[in-house]
């Protein structure tokens, strides 16, 4: 069974950064995609940013130019630096892994962004 595990999360100031990390385990497959949604109350979770096991990233509109993911393959690792915080970027934030055609969830870390 594949385990996802988020840390970082925090509260911060609008303008101010917060960096998020990730790492999955229990694995012994390459793990394919990997990706960061959000959930705000009231809404859908969306994708925030994903990349592939080649390093090819995919960023949501709204955080493109602030948010930057990375991974490292060797520590099965994620992370989403996060420049320029905005209120709106206060959500829950899931960690996604993508192995042998399944999908596999963290439990979410809480970023809050005060005004």
């Not at 320029?84 to 042998?100: G, Q, R």
């Amino acid at each position: 069974q594949v385990h996802v595990a988020e840390s970082g999360g925090g509260l911060v100031q609008a303008g101010g950064s917060l960096r998020l990390s990730c790492a999955a385990s229990g694995t012994r497959f390459s793990i394919n995609d990997m990706g960061w949604y959000r959930q705000a109350p009231g809404n859908q979770r969306e994708l925030v940013a994903s990349i592939s096991r080649s390093g090819i990233t995919n960023y949501a509109d709204s955080v493109k130019g602030r948010f930057t993911i990375s991974r490292d393959n060797a520590k099965n690792t994620v992370y989403l630096q996060m420049n320029s915080l905005k209120p709106e970027d206060t959500a829950v934030y899931y960690c996604n892994a993508f192995v042998l055609s399944f999908n596999y969830w963290g439990q979410g870390t809480q970023v809050t962004v005060s005004s």
